[in-house]
Nanobody
């Protein structure tokens, strides 16, 4: 299984970006896809996730109302639409897949596959 994350970049505060996570090697019928981020000197933190069924979506408190997760089953791709970006959103963003399907875990230890990361830099 391979996850390819892309879509990061350098933007000004208030701008938008859409991150994509393309999954290959397996079509998931269950489980969940999530985004995490890691800023320099900080631990990797949960940003948002969605179950494969689409029934459950969760977001970290600081991104609620600004970020939206959705997925395209036909393309086996998950997206993170990020609006109203702030400098504190600056980090390397990673997508990850877990076999857990009853909820969206927030702990990195529950995730089985990881993408390589895409860097997001938001200038003030």
């Amino acid at each position: 299984v391979q996850l390819q994350a892309y879509g990061g970049g350098l933007v000004q505060a208030g701008a938008s970006l859409r991150l994509s996570c393309a999954v290959s090697g397996r079509t998931f019928s269950d489980g969940a896809v999530s985004w995490f981020r890691q800023a320099p000197g900080k631990e990797r933190e949960f940003v948002g996730g969605i179950t494969v069924s689409g029934g459950t979506v969760r977001y970290e408190a600081s991104v609620k109302g600004r970020f939206t997760m959705y997925r395209d089953g036909a393309k086996n791709t998950a997206y993170l639409q990020m609006n109203s970006l702030k400098p504190e959103d600056t980090a390397v963003y990673y997508c990850a897949v877990t076999r857990i399907s009853i909820t969206v875990p927030e702990l990195v230890t529950f995730y089985d596959y990881w993408g390589q990361g895409t860097e997001v830099t938001v200038s003030s």
